[in-house]
């Protein structure tokens, strides 16, 4: 798009004041005609500026007010319209937002005041939208944080709603014209599609203009050299001339709005050298007509705006495609859940569920909500969200989590989050904030791109004057022009986001969310590779290993007094015998003794379960099977040891261990395979800790670690040269060491501090997880090398020929949408599941 009014001298008066608004000027907020007799104004930059309508004067005076008239400066494009005046029936409608019910579905409540929410902007045409929003957002009271990301059009919003209200800040955000509502998928869709639509249009008249134009070079190439078909030759130019306007203005008018907004801003982007060649060639070619002298390229320039169009369309469905298993997460939702109530079921909208509602969920019905099992058993199918494609066991109980499938039977559960609180809504946040950072290699790119194109410019100049002076002074120009579109940086550009979309959405569907934008690349470098034990290489929770009848009763039935006695704790201990038997007996008088174990009558006797020396205290005089507990307890060095009594002496002991993750030993064996040093860092008794290290072969183990401790352990690895350590953890005395790690790894079970100072979260249960993504990190650093030597060579290579006369604009354009498209279809190599090969 040509230059907007924002450009122009603001030294001067121009067709936007008030003294010339007649049917022919132009709105200087909006850029549409500004009506006969209409008489708008508003001061910027100290000069009279003419207004369409009240609304855009409205708008205009409110970026003034709000100081920030630096706006106009720096946009690139008009509003799509003129700004319509606020009426109350909308200032209404912005006011439903604020209210508690609404607000459920979408904003999540960090404390009693502080809230944060993922909105969708409207209108955001440049980048100078982009400053705009975020300047006058954030300049409110009461408004703590506010970004937005320019290529999703989405922003993440945080404030004090006891100083500002939502519905405040979404009329700021009309008041300088444009729209913002609360994400929603179908909405983000629905941007997708218009950008789409819009790149297809331009594709459409590039493609019809480029055909029409090569017609008429065909012409042109049979008849340019005879005489008596000189009128019509010229005739013919005309037309090719018309028929590229639009070609040139129109469908390439995006190469020119870039490659200002770069000039403007004092950058050399990829558009740059692209905007020239183009634009050189139309004028040229323009030129040659007008004075019917000359050669003309209209179907050279009309080629290399369709070609370059058509890469760019594919890689802009590829990007789109890259990010779809994140977008899908957003999707997972049902519109509608079954409310149980006194009045019988009852179908209610997703965003009318509360905490504590009771929700029917039918086999084949997705879950609507975070919540807890309270009648049924059934399988639920969690691969959305952990990756794990075999459903699992939901009883009553068990948390169920809300995008989950129910497979097999019908479910009665209690909702316990919604909205914003739920674990799809944290999952969508962490993916926000890993794709608004930049990782080291695309940094690198960014800032390689601006030194390249300088260069290209420079050697462009150069060569153009070696063919003027020395060669062949009527190809000098032509000659120049492929040089500056083969060159274009387009796949260097390309080779890092491109990749780092595609690895991040492969893994994000295997149940690993990637939250930092480092931190795949710092993965592919690690060299060492710190666990946790509990919760991390372990379950994180206590099961029965062995049981031991030490009375005339047998296990089933011990194990039901044991269930009587523990109901009602909710001591990890008790629930592990809450699953484990079927509680039979009356209890009465139980009472818990801390750290010692619980009592109680069951059908009037009296039992113990607990520590030994609690339980044989109920018995005293009663003999106690010592060899056969020490035999047991040598057995399970690192199990707890619960016994079973009553006043006629022992009835069982129990074995109770947290039991190793089924993959733990194949995950650090892979590891170890791959060269990566594997440690064990834990709190738990270095003897113990010994015992699980050597279980796995972990040769490396540390255990009686404070958390200080573990720090320490940790600087000192990082100590030495070359190393780059990766921790993996779940506890809340683990997030001081996960924020340490050059990259960390937090266990989706882990507590939320663990996960909020992780790179990385594994969901699932399964270690197994870790090693695919690193592998997959790997091959995505390795395909990002690829992609920069790809795109480097190619450069090296087509330069020279260009130079040499030997390439034409064309044939230059063509070359490097392939180049660009060849590194795209690289990067999506990533999106196929990881093999198991090590």
Known sequence: MSADPAARDTS????????????????????????????????????????????????????????????????????????????????????????????????????????????????????????????????????????????????????????????????????????????????????????????????????????????????????????????????????????????????????????????????????????????????????????????????????????LLTGRYLEMGARQRAGQATEALGKLLPAMAIRITDQGDVPVPVADLAPGDRVRIRPGDTVPADGTVLEGRSSVNEAMITGESLPRLRQSGDELTGGTVNVESPLVMRVDKVGADTLLSAIQRLLDRAQTEKPRLARMAERGTGHFVAAVLLLTAIVGAVWWFWIDPSRAFWVMVAMLVVTCPCALALATPVALTAATGSLTGRGVLVTRGHALETLAEATDVVFDKTGTLTEGRLARAETLVLGDRGEAACLALAAVLEQGSEHPVARVFQRAGTPAGQLTEQRSTPGLGMEGRVDGARYRIGAADFVAALAPAQPWPTQALAELAHRHPTGSLVLLGGESGPLAAFVLEDRLREDAAECVAVLKARGLGVHLFSGDHPDTVRHVAAGLGIDQARGGLRPEDKLQALAELQARPGAVVAMVGDGINDAPVLSRAHVSIAMAEGTHLAQASADMILYGDRLGQLPNAHRLSRRMVQIVRQNIRWAIGYNVIALPVAASGVLTPWMAALGMSLSSLIVVVNSLRLRENPSPRR
């Open 12 to 307: 001067s008066p121009d067709a936007s004041t008030p003294d010339r608004q007649g049917a022919e000027a132009s709105c200087f907020h909006c850029g549409q005609p500004i009506p006969p007799g209409a008489h708008y104004g508003v001061t910027i930059h100290t000069q009279p500026r003419a207004m369409c309508c009240p609304g855009c004067q409205a708008v205009a005076q409110a970026i003034v007010d709000a100081g920030l008239s630096d706006y106009y400066l720096y946009r690139t494009e008009t509003p799509a319209g003129p700004a319509d005046a606020m009426p109350a029936a909308l200032r209404d409608e912005l006011a439903l937002y604020d209210r508690p019910e609404l607000q459920r579905s979408f904003v999540r409540v960090d404390d009693a005041n502080v809230r944060e929410a993922a909105l969708i902007l409207e209108g955001i045409v440049c980048a100078a939208c982009v400053w705009l929003n975020e300047r006058h957002v954030k300049s409110l009271p009461g408004v703590l944080e506010f970004a937005v990301n320019y290529s999703t059009h989405r922003a993440r919003l945080r404030w004090d709603d006891s100083r500002i209200h939502l519905s405040d800040i979404l009329k700021a955000i009309r008041d300088i014209g444009y729209r913002a509502h609360p994400f929603d998928p179908g909405r983000q869709e629905e941007v997708y599609q218009r950008e789409r639509n819009a790149a297809l249009r331009r594709l459409a008249v590039a493609g019809l203009g480029m055909m029409q134009v090569m017609m008429l070079a065909v012409a042109l190439w049979i008849g340019g050299d005879e005489p008596d078909y000189e009128g019509m030759m010229q005739f013919i130019r005309w037309v090719a001339f018309l028929v590229a306007t639009p070609v040139v203005l129109y469908a390439g008018s995006s190469f020119f709005t870039s490659a200002w907004r770069d000039l403007r801003q004092r950058q050399l982007g990829m558009d740059v050298p692209v905007a020239l060649a183009i634009g050189s060639t139309y004028l040229a070619s323009g030129w040659a007509t007008l004075t019917a002298s000359g050669e003309v390229y209209f179907e050279s320039v009309t080629m290399f705006v369709f070609f």
